[in-house]
């Protein structure tokens, strides 16, 4: 069994585009009203989350307060007639233009040869908001063909000038061509179909050739989303368009031993992730033994234990490299820390996140206090434990939990822009990693060492820099759903870009402090076995510039994984280092 998910699937970049200039716009927001003229895209979920933010969506002029004078309109990227611009300068509201500049370019096309006389055929769908505003730049010039029959039926109009609705079907678009080049071989034809939607299209094309079914994300009201699972059902494959993963539900994907997911081009990461997810998840059970291993991973990562193995796997590198022998205790100490933090932070976060439901929340929903009971357990039974090794180690562990728990919690009124700790931008990131380098590499030594010998500086900057590291990444991954819920993360605050090459600058300087703390004597020798996780998290800087191809799950449990690693590494290292010594 597999499910496979297209490459192309998710935001285009005219819709990606529309979307940031009205999330820059809600994080800047003062005292203006943000409209949309019409909904900003075609998906009823994010024009809900978006109303949530501030964003109204009008369908008419008439909607808009006229005392309003703080009114303000966004273009969205489908563009508006000339006509209905100037109505909108008339009335004095003020405009913010999200055209996707490759309806911009259809638009210009459209003015130019309309003036030198050409009528202009519009090859698209008449009732699309895109075309609308297309014909608006041909002057009374303009068409719209919607099939073949629409060029038999026409007149000799002379000159013609031959556009496409960006979102046209590719096929539909050269049939119709070669029809108009019969009847008016001196037409001048541009393709002026999205490079995306063409890539989109031929990629589910080629995905239902070779899965026994595919999904197709999106809204029901998407024009380019219904074309997406048309062109998959003319493949001769069982095609299920759904809007959420909650349409999955009543499918029989047993029958299914290989499915696609494709995805309409206004269709945000976060409801294809779970669509994902849920379709691995329900196929690991219906295949049985051959995907245990897949479903118990999957498990591990959605439930957070995953992060608590990871935690333990560097306590007991932070050991090996402060030259001090592995305690199961303090490795207890560790995995049962960060699995009630992460497990108390989700249960409260989920809270004031509720409208973007990560690969997590079903587990999350379904278990909520089996979850309360766990995370409970977990922390006394890691207070206990820290209070048997010593009153400092219990101190430390009572203070940075405490600190932990009130990372989501409001602690000042409402009309402070900062009301909790999570609102500090980029303090997810660094929280975490102080909060993992405290209990992996500092806890251990509190009751019995300086702290401020070389090779606890280095463990804890290790630890830090590579969890710090780790949570960076997945926001990056993250970096559409948190602007839509107004976090402010890392990658938000500073932007993708900046953020990935502040992490290779991390990633180098963490690579030379591996490499020279055994040549100094800080460390032992394990260093050279850790420097393996900057390796592997450097490949995982390429795997967010390939967002779409990756669930949610299956990226948060590769990012999870560096810790394993470590692990591992110093396995390794334990046993080499035994070999020789036996060889001795």
């Given at each position: 069994?597999?499910?496979?998910?297209?490459?192309?699937?998710?935001f285009c970049?005219?819709?990606?585009r529309?979307?940031?200039?009205?999330?820059?716009?809600a994080?800047k927001?003062?005292r203006?009203?943000?409209?949309?003229?019409?909904p900003?895209?075609?998906?009823?979920?994010?024009?809900?989350?978006?109303?949530?933010?501030?964003?109204?969506p009008?369908?008419?002029?008439?909607?808009?307060d006229?005392?309003?004078n703080?009114?303000?309109l966004?273009?969205?990227?489908?563009?508006v007639?000339?006509?209905?611009?100037?109505?909108?300068e008339e009335l004095?509201?003020?405009?913010?233009d999200?055209?996707?500049p490759?309806?911009a370019?259809v638009?210009?096309?459209?003015?130019k040869?309309?003036?030198?006389?050409?009528?202009?055929?519009?090859?698209?769908?008449?009732e699309?908001?895109?075309?609308?505003?297309?014909?608006g730049f041909?002057?009374?010039?303009?068409?719209?063909?919607?099939?073949?029959?629409?060029?038999?039926?026409?007149?000799?109009?002379g000159k013609?000038?031959?556009?496409?609705?960006?979102?046209?079907?590719?096929e539909?678009?050269?049939?119709?061509?070669?029809?108009?080049?019969?009847r008016f071989?001196d037409a001048?034809?541009?393709?002026?179909?999205?490079?995306?939607?063409e890539r989109?299209?031929?990629?589910?094309k080629?995905?239902?050739?070779?899965?026994?079914?595919?999904?197709v994300v999106g809204?029901k009201?998407s024009?380019n989303?219904?074309?997406?699972?048309?062109?998959?059902?003319?493949?001769?494959?069982?095609?299920?368009h759904?809007e959420?993963?909650e349409?999955?539900?009543?499918?029989?994907?047993?029958r299914?031993?290989?499915?696609?997911?494709?995805?309409?081009?206004s269709?945000?990461?976060w409801?294809?992730?779970?669509?994902?997810?849920?379709?691995?998840?329900?196929?690991?059970?219906?295949?049985?033994?051959?995907?245990?291993?897949m479903?118990l991973?999957s498990?591990l990562v959605?439930?957070d234990?995953?992060?608590?193995?990871?935690a333990?796997?560097?306590?007991?590198?932070c050991s090996?490299?402060?030259?001090?022998?592995?305690?199961l205790?303090?490795?207890?100490?560790?995995?049962?820390?960060?699995?009630a933090?992460h497990?108390?932070?989700?249960?409260?976060?989920r809270?004031s996140?509720?409208?973007?439901g990560?690969?997590?929340?079903?587990?999350?929903?379904?278990q909520?206090?089996?979850?309360?009971?766990?995370?409970?357990?977990?922390?006394?039974v890691?207070?206990l434990?820290a209070?048997?090794?010593?009153p400092?180690?219990?101190?430390?562990?009572?203070?940075?939990?405490?600190a932990g728990?009130l990372?989501?919690v409001?602690?000042?009124?409402?009309?402070?822009?900062?009301?909790?700790?999570?609102?500090?931008?980029?303090?997810?990131n660094?929280?975490?990693?102080?909060?993992w380098?405290?209990?992996?590499?500092?806890l251990?030594?509190?009751?019995n060492?300086?702290?401020?010998h070389?090779?606890?500086?280095?463990?804890?900057?290790f630890?830090g820099?590579?969890?710090f590291?780790?949570?960076?990444?997945?926001d990056v991954?993250?970096i559409?759903?948190?602007?839509?819920?107004?976090?402010?993360?890392l990658p938000?605050?500073?932007?993708?870009?900046?953020?990935q090459?502040?992490?290779?600058?991390?990633?180098?300087?963490?690579l030379?402090?591996?490499?020279?703390?055994p040549?100094?004597?800080?460390?032992?020798?394990?260093?050279?076995?850790?420097?393996?996780?900057v390796?592997y998290?450097w490949i995982?800087?390429?795997?967010?510039?390939?967002?779409?191809?990756l669930?949610?799950a299956?990226l948060e449990?590769?990012?999870e994984?560096?810790?394993?690693?470590?692990?591992?590494?110093?396995l390794?290292w334990?046993?080499?280092?035994?070999?020789?010594?036996?060889?001795?």
């Amino acid at each position: 069994m597999s499910v496979r998910l297209a490459k192309t699937a998710g935001f285009c970049m005219g819709v990606r585009r529309a979307v940031d200039i009205v999330l820059d716009l809600a994080q800047k927001k003062g005292r203006e009203t943000i409209y949309t003229y019409g909904p900003l895209i075609h998906n009823p979920q994010t024009v809900e989350l978006l109303k949530r933010r501030g964003i109204v969506p009008i369908r008419s002029l008439d909607e808009i307060d006229p005392e309003n004078n703080a009114a303000l309109l966004i273009i969205r990227a489908h563009g508006v007639s000339p006509a209905e611009r100037s109505r909108i300068e008339e009335l004095g509201i003020r405009i913010v233009d999200a055209t996707c500049p490759r309806v911009a370019h259809v638009q210009k096309i459209i003015r130019k040869y309309a003036s030198q006389g050409y009528e202009i055929l519009i090859l698209g769908d008449a009732e699309h908001p895109e075309v609308n505003g297309l014909l608006g730049f041909a002057g009374g010039r303009g068409r719209v063909i919607g099939d073949l029959s629409a060029i038999d039926r026409l007149s000799d109009p002379g000159k013609v000038c031959v556009v496409a609705q960006t979102t046209q079907d590719v096929e539909k678009f050269r049939e119709m061509v070669a029809r108009i080049r019969e009847r008016f071989p001196d037409a001048v034809v541009f393709d002026t179909i999205c490079d995306s939607t063409e890539r989109r299209q031929t990629e589910v094309k080629q995905l239902a050739a070779e899965m026994d079914a595919i999904f197709v994300v999106g809204g029901k009201n998407s024009a380019n989303t219904c074309r997406l699972a048309t062109l998959s059902e003319l493949q001769g494959k069982p095609t299920f368009h759904i809007e959420t993963v909650e349409d999955v539900d009543g499918i029989d994907i047993g029958r299914f031993d290989r499915i696609g997911v494709s995805a309409g081009a206004s269709t945000p990461n976060w409801i294809i992730d779970r669509v994902v997810a849920t379709l691995t998840e329900r196929k690991s059970e219906s295949r049985g033994r051959s995907r245990r291993l897949m479903r118990l991973w999957s498990f591990l990562v959605r439930t957070d234990i995953y992060s608590a193995v990871g935690a333990g796997c560097l306590s007991a590198s932070c050991s090996l490299l402060q030259g001090r022998h592995v305690f199961l205790l303090h490795v207890l100490i560790a995995s049962l820390y960060v699995y009630a933090m992460h497990t108390l932070n989700r249960l409260t976060d989920r809270k004031s996140g509720w409208q973007i439901g990560s690969f997590r929340e079903d587990a999350y929903l379904r278990q909520e206090p089996l979850f309360i009971i766990l995370c409970a357990l977990a922390l006394l039974v890691a207070l206990l434990l820290a209070y048997l090794d010593g009153p400092q180690t219990f101190t430390l562990l009572l203070v940075i939990s405490a600190a932990g728990g009130l990372y989501n919690v409001p602690l000042l009124p409402e009309r402070w822009r900062f009301r909790s700790l999570k609102d500090l931008p980029g303090s997810k990131n660094i929280s975490m990693a102080a909060a993992w380098a405290a209990s992996t590499a500092l806890l251990p030594v509190l009751d019995n060492e300086s702290y401020l010998h070389p090779s606890i500086i280095v463990s804890f900057l290790f630890v830090g820099m590579l969890v710090f590291i780790r949570s960076a990444l997945s926001d990056v991954g993250d970096i559409q759903d948190d602007r839509f819920l107004g976090k402010e993360t890392l990658p938000v605050v500073i932007g993708k870009k900046r953020t990935q090459v502040l992490l290779k600058i991390l990633l180098a300087v963490l690579l030379v402090l591996l490499i020279c703390a055994p040549s100094f004597g800080w460390t032992s020798s394990v260093a050279f076995a850790l420097t393996a996780c900057v390796f592997y998290l450097w490949i995982c800087l390429d795997l967010c510039d390939r967002r779409s191809e990756l669930s949610g799950a299956v990226l948060e449990g590769l990012l999870e994984t560096v810790y394993i690693i470590a692990g591992f590494g110093c396995l390794a290292w334990f046993v080499l280092s035994f070999f020789i010594a036996a060889q001795r």
